[in-house]
């Protein structure tokens, strides 16, 4: 299997525009976890997918952003309008079952300028 | 959920053990304890997890205080491709949130 694979690796952009970070988890995988890192705040859990449905968006960190799963192999995070404060890492995750390790996709490092 | 203490930083010599330990004194009896570590520009990685006894896999061991309020995850021979943010996560059976404190930084020296 190739891992979880999250698009695009870089993503430069200015305030206030759109930004769309994609992941496919891996197969079989129905759990898919959305998590951001940055130096002060460190890896923080946004929201979490089982079987498609969001179950979890607590850390989601205001209106600006939304996730969807369309379905069971693809993932969007969605910033719109993106800020600098925005400027990250994002990583997704994917899991087979509860409880079970996580495996990390190489995230994308975005950057708002 | 359960605070964790781990050092910011320790050193190793390259092949030698490395014994990165964990407090975790608030933590509850269905509470996983959970290692990850994110080597530089990569996203966590699995390392390890137990619930009560000492737990042996390729990567690593980890060894469970008999009182559960710490754990202690052991490399045997630390090598240079080692060298990462390691985190210590108890985590609720049956739950999701990981959730990553500061870790420690290992720096493996050649």
């Known amino acids: 299997d190739a891992g979880v694979i999250q698009s695009p690796r870089h993503e430069v952009t200015e305030m206030g525009q759109e930004v769309t970070l994609r992941c496919k988890p891996i197969s079989g995988h129905d759990y898919l976890f959305w998590y951001r890192q940055t130096m002060m705040r460190g890896l923080e859990l946004l929201i979490y997918?089982?079987?498609?449905?969001?179950?979890?968006d607590s850390g989601m960190p205001e209106d600006r952003f939304s996730a969807k799963m369309p379905n069971a192999s693809f993932s969007t995070l969605k910033i719109q309008p993106s800020e600098p404060r925005d400027s990250a890492v994002y990583f997704c995750?994917?899991?087979?079952?509860?409880?079970?390790?996580?495996?990390f996709g190489p995230g994308t490092r975005l950057t708002v300028l | 959920d359960a605070k964790t203490t781990q050092p910011n930083s320790m050193e190793s010599n390259e092949e030698e053990p490395v014994h990165l330990p964990c407090n975790h004194s608030t933590i509850s009896g269905t509470d996983y304890i959970h290692w990850y570590r994110q080597l530089p520009s990569q996203g966590p990685e699995y390392v390890i997890h137990?619930?009560?006894s000492n737990v042996n896999n390729r990567m690593a061991s980890l060894a469970i205080a008999e009182d559960r309020k710490s754990s202690t995850l052991i490399l045997h021979r630390a090598t240079l491709r080692d060298a990462a943010v390691y985190y210590c996560i108890p985590l609720q059976t049956g739950a999701n949130n990981l959730f990553f404190g500061t870790g420690t930084r290992l720096t493996v020296i050649p």
């Open positions: 997918f089982n079987n498609n449905v969001p179950i979890d």
């Open positions: 137990g619930l009560t």
């Open positions: 995750a994917s899991t087979p079952r509860r409880n079970n390790e996580q495996f």
